[in-house]
C-alpha cells in the first residue's frame, strides 16, 4: 500500500498479486451470476464452518496458473437445502473438468430444468455451447480474457 501517481494526482491504494486476484473474483460473479467468491486458500480456511460450492478452475486475466472458485452459499445449517442442488451440479462439474462434454452439457441442461436461475449452470451450459461438444476435450478449465 502507498501513495502513487505524481504530485498533481495521486492516490493511496494497495496493489500487487492479492489485490488483483480478489478483483478478478469480484469480476467473475458478474459472468457466473453469483455474489461471492473466493479462492481454494481462503476456502481452505471456512471449510466447514459456511456451506460453498466449488465453481471449477478458471484462467483469470493477468494471472498465468488456474485458480479453483468457490461460491460461498451461506450459513452450513443451509446445506440440506442446497444439498441436491450441490450433487447434481458436482457432477455436471466433474464431467466437464474430465472433458466429457456431452455428459456436462446433459447434467447441466437437467439443472437447469429443475433450477432455472442457477447462475453458474447457465454459465458452463454458454460454456459449453461456445466450445461445442466435440473437438478437442481440452483442460477443463475456463480461461477468461476480460476482467
Known amino acids: 500500500v ?4 505524481s504530485r498533481e494526482r495521486f492516490a493511496y491504494t494497495a496493489f500487487g498479486e492479492s489485490i488483483n486476484m480478489a478483483s ?3 469480476g467473475l460473479n458478474k459472468h457466473l451470476g ?6 481454494a486458500v481462503t476456502h481452505s480456511l471456512v471449510a466447514g464452518k459456511f456451506l460453498t460450492r ?5 484462467v483469470l486475466k493477468g494471472f498465468e496458473k488456474a485458480v479453483e472458485v468457490h461460491e460461498l452459499v451461506g450459513p ?24 466429457d462434454r456431452e455428459s456436462a ?7 437447469a430444468q429443475r433450477w432455472p436461475e442457477d447462475g453458474p449452470t447457465q454459465f458452463y451450459l454458454r460454456t459449453l455451447a461456445e466450445l461445442g461438444v466435440g473437438g478437442d476435450a481440452g483442460t477443463g478449465e475456463v480461461e477468461l480474457k476480460e476482467k
Open 2 to 5: 502507498g501513495n502513487f501517481g
Open 24 to 26: 478478478r473474483l469480484e
Open 34 to 39: 453469483t455474489l461471492t467468491l473466493m479462492s
Open 54 to 58: 466449488h465453481l471449477g478452475r478458471f
Open 76 to 99: 452450513i445449517s443451509d446445506a440440506p437445502k442446497f444439498a441436491e442442488l450441490h450433487e447434481s451440479f458436482a457432477a455436471g462439474l466433474a464431467a466437464f473438468q474430465s472433458g
Open 105 to 111: 452439457l446433459l447434467a447441466f441442461e437437467t439443472i
